[in-house]
């Protein structure tokens, strides 16, 4: 497993270190039953603090995508892929409902949004290629 931390990201370190637990999760790089690293363990090779790994753990737990056994650490739970993906949809609906109301205030329609989408997605493409 491989997290990167930004100092440029506005998220908080444990929120960094969530998102990519889960990532890597519903991606399947990490398995069902799959033991995580230890607190400790992840908190000293990323240099940041053993109550910022905690609390993304307890995070983690909370949603169901590990469970930890006292003693023994803390293992990844078989999660339903779709549940996951349902989830991470709500995430971009409530992300996207942002953007709009931003870019309402700034004259940038829903019809300039969709396109840069697709700008986007055109360009992902022809590097692809």
Do not use: C, W
Not at 38 to 59: G, W
Not at 114 to 129: F, M, N, V
């Amino acid at each position: 497993m491989f997290i990167v931390l930004s100092p440029e990201n506005p998220d908080p370190l444990y929120r960094q270190v969530t998102d990519q637990i889960r990532d890597a999760i519903a991606s399947g790089e990490l398995q069902p039953d799959e033991l995580l690293p230890s607190i400790r363990e992840l908190a000293l090779s990323l240099d940041v603090s053993v109550i910022t790994i905690k609390r993304a753990y307890q995070d983690l737990e909370t949603e169901g995508l590990i469970r930890t056994r006292r003693g023994q650490g803390s293992f990844v739970t078989a999660v339903d892929p779709e549940a996951l993906r349902e989830a991470k949809l709500a995430e971009f609906r409530a992300e996207l409902t942002r953007i709009l109301a931003r870019g309402r205030k700034f004259g940038i329609a829903t019809a300039d949004i969709t396109a840069l989408i697709d700008q986007i997605e055109g360009e992902r493409h022809d590097s692809d290629s």
